[in-house]
């Protein structure tokens, strides 16, 4: 168990509509990254919230968009869903940012299905 | 453009015996290294890394070499054991990407290990 829980583990949905995934960070991190993983692809890096503030960004369109909440949980919210957005979000958290361990913790993933 | 490739879908691997999984990357800036595992149903676990500075990194049973003048990387795992079936990424941070945990995957190589 890495500490990090994502909600819901599976959803299945229609296109053109919106859906938003939940991240609760382990106890203490302060980063939350958000990574798409499609069919037989790696893991694409979205975003990265740092205590509330977004701090890089990555191949994410522009029809998602995400947020850290106060409480450091975080929301990756997916809009006019497309057949192709069907993927594997991860969430993942790390202690601080700028102390680079290399070691990020991810949760178990929540599957997108858009049919 | 794949910045971090593994070429190799799948290994198979006799128990006891080495197994060696390889990524290639392009990106020369990359300035640090890491092998997640993941198995099905689970979030990606932190394996090992290391640091463009060094050309080696050990922990237990897995070792990772970096060939910076080969952009080439490899992970040895002595001996292998069922229980490292699982599919293993290799990542790199990018420094310029606006944050060290923004790290980019390979597609992954799936071990097996057969007793």
Redesign the interface.
Known sequence: D?G?TQTPKHLITATGQRVTLRCSPRSGDL?V?W?QQSL??????LI?Y?NGEE????NILERFSAQQFPDLHSELNLSSLELGDSALY?C?S?AE??L??????????SRLTVL | DQQVKQNSPSLSVQEGRISILNCDYTNSMFDYFLWYKKYPAEGPTFLISISSIKDKNEDGRFTVFLNKSAKHLSLHIVPSQPGDSAVYFCAASDPHGGSQGNLIFGKGTKLSVKP
Do not use: I, N, P
């Open positions: 890495s990090v980063s990254y990574y037989d692809q790696g893991l694409q890096f990265q740092y701090r890089a960004k990555g991860f993942a790390s940012d700028g680079f361990t290399g070691e990020l913790f991810f949760g178990e993933g």
